[in-house]
């Protein structure tokens, strides 16, 4: 067992854990955080998704050691319910929510993306988010809130 210290949404914390043990485990286990998800727990699906330093990361196959003094942020962390990230904007207006388990890996993969590429064409899309998994099948309502966050971020 070690301590690693790293900080979640802007707040500083410290986790005494195994090295190996997945970030998502801390997050979830230690931290009390009800997101991100467990999904797959083998980085295949995407519902654990946070940004660690601004990429997104598949926290369930992550090892809470390389977080270390690190940045992660989850979905909480994007926005607020006053003032929402965009992307969490237009899911709401586009009523993209079915069972919501996969919004957290949906939101946070596009968020990263569209910083790094604002202008995404629907191809550069679909390859970014490429692996994600939505077992409501909400694809193209989710496709179509990202096109309506990126319309905002223009």
């Known amino acids: 067992m070690a301590a690693f210290r790293f900080t979640v949404d802007g707040k500083p914390v410290s986790v005494n854990a195994e090295p190996d043990m997945p970030l998502l485990y801390a997050l979830r286990g230690d931290l009390g955080m009800n997101n991100p998800h467990f999904g797959c727990g083998l980085a295949q699906c995407g519902a654990c998704t946070v940004h660690l330093d601004g990429e997104p990361t598949r926290s369930c196959v992550m090892p809470v050691s390389a977080a270390a003094g690190r940045k992660v942020t989850t979905i909480k962390?994007?926005?607020?319910?006053?003032?929402?990230?965009?992307?969490?904007?237009?899911?709401?207006?586009?009523?993209?929510?079915?069972?919501?388990?996969?919004?957290?890996?949906?939101?946070?993969?596009?968020?990263?993306?569209?910083?790094?590429?604002?202008?995404?064409?629907?191809?550069?899309?679909?390859?970014?988010?490429?692996?994600?998994?939505?077992?409501?099948?909400?694809?193209?309502?989710?496709?179509?809130?990202?096109?309506?966050?990126?319309?905002?971020?223009?």
């Open 77 to 154: 962390g994007l926005g607020t319910p006053e003032k929402p990230h965009p992307l969490q904007a237009a899911y709401v207006a586009e009523q993209v929510p079915q069972c919501g388990y996969c919004i957290n890996g949906w939101i946070m993969t596009a968020a990263a993306l569209l910083k790094k590429n604002p202008g995404a064409t629907d191809a550069e899309l679909r390859e970014g988010l490429a692996g994600l998994k939505c077992r409501c099948g909400t694809h193209v309502s989710i496709l179509r809130a990202i096109k309506r966050a990126q319309q905002s971020l223009a």
